[in-house]
């Protein structure tokens, strides 16, 4: 094993941000221990955009992870390689059919929901800002509702904890955040709290992170 | 195999969509037949919102793809289930290292430039619209830039096509829609030129789908 492969994996993370707790969560279920680099997102004007990480990310986001000796980024694509190098437990089924069930939930949220709340185009919305963030998530919550209908059983899709799971419970805080009424989604609302009850999607909370400010810290 | 497996695969499909184009160079370069049903995002105020479509897919968007008894939508998901169904030629390189480079550059396309200057953004922009669909893109194109000058070759990631390559030429289509300035972005280009030779990506072209406006065929 080279030196670079034998090396901890080091995530680039900050506590809010929900891609980063994707990654948290799946670092967690799979028993992968690693050193943790806060970017603040806000401070500074936002660290991700200064020289030192744009030469880690030329993306200037987080997640980012180096590991086996290459940075990654993008949340998905760091918990496939996941998946791929670390296979146990499993985060999607054997079966292709299920399996694409879990990427079009996973997909729906990561390029459907996700991006249009990002941080950055927020920033753009001023006062309208908190009204974009509700309509953009709800309409994809309802979407999400009627398919997990057909899908779920414990959790997104049947009673294993999947990808689609790792997206959900951190756009469900997000939501939270944002005060949109959960009321219109029992589905998702039911799933979120079985997941929440499970050790890996607990210390990877926002809650508990090492750059989660004391004010913020259950 | 079952009635419902055996029948051909129905996409439904916007001609201008450019997640609708992913997925029919999916389907062109592994050589599966299918039937098209156009979905006209614009005509009757969007025929995606229809209650039949709904009923179909409720994300409401194209493209979704019926296929062995079942309904998918979100391009990569759909991707994805077909590399899985039909590994020939293969769309992802089998050292997972290229692999997660190829799924980084996707996602990087598919979560962070195309949402943001999706159709159902772009409404709401009003006035604003083209320089927020043009800003989008450029600070997208920025960083993809740099990191295809690491992972190129002939195409995103070496020498064979990738899922990669199938959101980039789409979402060059959309910049120069867009009249988005590419002299900055010289391996983007070069790329882009290179995979439009190929038979797979002239054929599922905008300009070449039967809901393809007289006007616009070439």
Redesign the interface.
């Known amino acids: 094993m080279s030196a670079a492969a034998a090396a901890k994996p080091i995530l680039y993370s900050y506590f809010r941000s929900s891609c980063s707790w994707r990654v948290r969560i799946a670092l967690a279920l799979k028993g992968i221990s690693y050193d943790l680099v806060p970017v603040n997102l806000i401070k500074d004007g936002g660290q991700q955009f200064s020289a030192e990480f744009k030469a880690l990310n030329?993306?200037?986001?987080v997640p980012a992870l180096k590991i086996?000796g290459?940075t990654?980024?993008?949340?998905?694509?760091?918990i496939?390689?996941l998946e791929?190098?670390h296979p146990n437990p499993r985060l999607l089924p054997q079966d292709?059919?299920k399996?694409?069930?879990v990427?079009?939930i996973?997909?729906?949220i990561?390029?459907?929901i996700?991006?249009?709340q990002n941080l950055s185009?927020l920033k753009q919305m001023g006062e309208k800002k908190m009204e974009w963030a509700q309509n953009c998530i709800t309409s994809g919550f309802?979407?999400?509702e009627?398919?997990l209908q057909h899908t779920a059983g414990r959790y997104c899709v049947g009673d294993e904890v999947s990808m689609a799971d790792l997206c959900l419970v951190p756009q469900v805080a997000n939501a939270e955040r944002f005060k949109v009424d959960m009321g219109p989604y029992p589905t998702i609302t039911r799933i979120n709290k079985a997941l929440l009850e499970l050790e890996a999607f607990k210390i990877s909370h926002p809650s508990r992170q090492p750059d989660t400010p004391a004010e913020l810290r259950v």
Chains 1, 2 share one sequence.
């Open positions: 030329p993306m200037q986001q086996d290459i990654l980024s993008q949340s998905l694509a760091i496939n390689y791929e190098t292709p059919k399996r694409a069930q990427r079009m996973a997909d729906h990561a390029s459907g996700q991006p249009l185009v309802q979407a999400l009627q398919i």
